[in-house]
């Protein structure tokens, strides 16, 4: 009985690996696709922003860019005048100076401001709300979840109208406000971690006479510095990714992000049609920090996307 | 001398500061502790979400005092008019009362009606993101749970799984720029190819019949990576003995995929589409730049609505905050819909473990 099945059980295996070699090929396959099909657009936008930005219109669709060059990169930073470009034939680029060295570092000064305060103040929160009896404590948490399930929008409307009354508008700190003391999941985020974290060092370091701050400063918040790490990253590409917001309110040259610089750079359409090799040039150039922070960091964002599916 | 100060530095208790003062008192320091996030969540979160409310029984422009106005501005996107028409001729302007535009018009043989709004781009741009969450979230919820199974299955690699999230990372901004140019009509790499294999030059975004499935397109290429990688998490929780004992069963591949692992996954599942379906709701920066609510309104979803009531035409606060409490009614019955229809709340791995 046992024999029989047993060879049994070794033809069906054998079969399986038969039809796995077929089966194989079309999982590769479609693993290539997939890879093609995410990577392709990133690659065409690099290969535009290469092309000799006299010749994109008759070299729209070839593989490599024609006669590459960095001519777009150094046209959006303001390193060179677009004029003699323009006589050369490059009749669709913008004409103006573009400086886009200035977008990039307000985009940083957005998004890095934004990540310390709301890193910070959603850590202390969670610190308090998962060790500290307070009364309301339990209230008080749970008033704060459900405001993860407030759509944008309906918080958006009356936050501009408040950074308006206040004459915010057109200010960094009008800017960043909204954002930069708290966020809902943050706190949420946070807690769940110093819930599963050990207290026996924390109430050694009370007992040695450390003071509550001190414990957290010292010493509950290095032990968590992978979920903060995670949280800070998550934060900071989201706020790089903002994009309504610091239109509205950072609407001033001196205060736009990247995000709003692009879009008014694409409605820039210098001969009917945006300035493609110079717009996909100052794609790149917002991509690329987002692409460094994901090259360090992807495998965390990826773990942390794994844990969400779990809370 | 460096070495001396650093440790008379960790031998020498705290001082006395601030916070040391405040002892052991819990109370004191829990409040201290989340005073700034508490003042975030008033000013931010609580203050507004009441705001919305007050704002949507008013008239304001913000330039002049608002003025309460009571449901007038809910009567003005939700209230529909029903009107007979004695022929198939009749305009439908002669039947409609005043302040009220045609919505539809249905004819039956010699007569019919029309329905009319006072603002029936309300209903209109519930019509395109209702449209656009039907095109959005099946296509790539069954997408990305077909590359969860490849991923678990055949190609379990933290570098492909890091590939398919790099589109999330990225701006709606960026994504739409990236695609504005592939699908541009002349120029965009897609066109001219389709245009070589003999499919013909597709307007995409410029289309009034295609642009809302091709915002749609686009945020599945952003999403289903990120998607996929949820559903791959719940799979990885699924015992591999529950596979053995069915195999030795009999069962097949396709067996196993609906009795074991979609059963399990509901949970995973459930949260996977309604975070999906809600966010699909508010779909807006991919909108501002590729199509800007056109062509002919063909992309004008609720946010965008909203977004032309207070920053494009004439401001209108009152409707704005109103269609946005709207839309916050409809978020939580789909959602409520949603975990009732699929029972999201329980598992059956639970009568496993």
Redesign the interface.
């Known amino acids: 009985m046992t024999a029989i099945s047993q060879t049994k059980v070794q033809e069906r295996q054998a079969a399986a690996a038969r039809r796995f070699n077929f089966g194989?090929a079309i999982?590769?396959f479609?693993?290539g696709l997939?890879?093609f099909?995410?990577?392709f657009?990133?690659y065409?936008?690099v290969r535009?922003a290469l092309n000799d930005p006299t010749a994109?219109?008759t070299h729209?669709?070839e593989l490599l860019p024609y006669n590459p060059t960095t001519i777009n990169f150094e046209r959006v930073l303001g390193l060179v005048d677009p004029a003699p470009l323009i006589a050369a034939g490059a009749t669709n680029i913008s004409p103006g100076t573009i400086n886009f060295w200035v977008f990039l570092r307000n985009s940083f000064m957005f998004a890095g401001v934004i990540t310390i305060g709301q890193t910070l103040?959603?850590s202390?929160?969670a610190?308090?709300?998962a060790r500290?009896?307070?009364?309301f404590?339990d209230v008080?948490f749970f008033?704060?979840l459900t405001?993860l399930?407030?759509?944008?929008?309906?918080?958006?409307?009356?936050?501009?109208?408040?950074i308006?009354q206040i004459g915010w508008i057109g200010t960094f700190q009008g800017m960043v406000?909204?954002f930069?003391?708290?966020t809902?999941f943050a706190?949420f985020f946070m807690r769940q971690f110093f819930l599963s974290l050990n207290k026996d060092l924390e109430e050694a370091a009370l007992l040695d006479?450390?003071?509550?701050?001190?414990v957290?400063w010292r010493i509950s918040l290095p032990l968590m510095r992978g979920p903060l790490m995670t949280l800070a990253l998550l934060t900071f590409?989201g706020s790089?990714?903002?994009?309504?917001w610091p239109f509205?309110v950072g609407r001033d040259e001196n205060l736009r992000v990247?995000?709003v610089a692009?879009?008014i750079f694409?409605s820039q359409t210098p001969q009917g049609?945006p300035d493609?090799t110079g717009?996909?040039a100052g794609?790149v150039i917002?991509?690329v920090p987002?692409?460094i922070l994901?090259v360090f960091f992807?495998?965390r964002?990826?773990d942390s996307?794994?844990f969400?599916?779990?809370k | 001398m460096a070495v001396t100060s650093v440790s008379s530095r960790s031998e020498a208790?705290?001082p006395p500061?601030f916070?040391?003062r405040?002892g052991?008192n819990?109370?004191?320091?829990?409040?201290l502790?989340?005073l700034?996030?508490?003042?975030?969540?008033t000013?931010?979160?609580?203050?507004?979400?009441v705001?919305?409310v007050f704002?949507s029984f008013q008239e304001w422009n913000?330039l002049t005092d608002a003025e309460y106005v009571g449901l007038e501005n809910y009567q003005n996107i939700l209230e529909l008019s029903f009107n007979p028409l004695e022929s198939a001729a009749q305009d439908s302007d002669d039947v409609l009362p005043d302040d009220f535009d045609e919505l539809a018009r249905v004819q039956v043989g010699g007569g019919g009606f029309v329905i009319g709004a006072r603002d029936p781009r309300f209903y209109r741009s519930l019509g395109v993101t209702i449209t656009y969450v039907l095109f959005n979230i099946p296509l790539q919820t069954v997408l990305a749970l077909g590359?969860a199974i490849?991923m678990e299955?055949?190609?379990n690699s933290?570098l492909?799984?890091?590939?398919?999230?790099?589109?999330w990372?990225?701006?709606?901004?960026?994504v739409a720029?990236?695609?504005?140019?592939?699908l541009?009509p002349t120029?965009?790499?897609i066109n001219?190819?389709l245009q070589q294999t003999g499919v013909g030059q597709q307007g995409f975004f410029g289309s009034p019949d295609q642009a809302i499935a091709s915002v749609a397109g686009v945020n599945i290429?952003r999403h289903m990576?990120?998607t996929a990688?949820?559903?791959?998490?719940?799979l990885k929780t699924i015992p591999k003995s529950l596979y053995e004992a069915s195999r030795v069963d009999g069962a097949n591949g396709l067996v196993q995929f609906l009795r074991i692992t979609l059963p399990l996954l509901r949970p995973?599942l459930v949260?996977?589409l309604v975070t999906s379906v809600?966010g699909s709701?508010?779909i807006?920066?991919t909108i501002?730049?590729a199509t800007e609510g056109g062509p002919a309104g063909a992309t004008r979803t609720i946010?965008y609505y909203?977004?032309e009531q207070?920053?494009e035409r004439r401001i209108n606060?009152g409707v704005?905050?109103a269609a946005?409490?709207v839309?916050?009614l409809i978020?939580?019955s789909v959602t409520l819909i949603q975990i009732r229809t699929f029972q999201g709340n329980t598992s059956e791995l639970a009568d496993y473990s």
Request: proline share 7%; aromatic share 20%.
């Open positions: 194989s999982t590769w479609f693993i997939l890879i099909i995410t990577i657009p990133f065409w936008v535009t994109l219109f729209a669709s103040f959603s202390m929160a610190y308090a709300f500290f009896k307070f009364p404590r008080i008033i704060y405001g399930m407030i759509p944008g929008i309906v918080l958006f409307i009356p936050n501009y109208v408040f308006r406000a909204p930069i003391l708290m809902p706190v006479g450390s003071t509550h701050f001190g957290f590409i790089w990714n903002e994009y309504l509205l990247l995000t692009l879009n694409k049609m493609w717009l996909m794609t917002s991509i987002t692409i994901f992807g495998r964002v990826v996307i794994q969400s599916g779990f | 208790p705290p500061g916070f040391s405040l052991n819990q109370a004191l320091l829990g409040i502790f989340i700034p996030s508490l003042i975030g969540f000013v931010f979160f609580a203050a507004p979400a705001r919305s704002i913000l590359i490849l299955k055949a190609a933290p492909l799984r890091g590939i398919m999230i790099l589109p990372l990225m701006p709606n901004v960026i720029m990236l695609f504005i140019w592939l541009d120029l965009g790499v001219i190819f290429w990576g990120y990688i949820l559903i791959f998490a719940g995973v949260f996977v809600i709701f508010q807006f920066d501002a730049v946010i909203i977004y207070v920053f606060m704005a905050t946005s409490v839309l916050f978020l939580v």
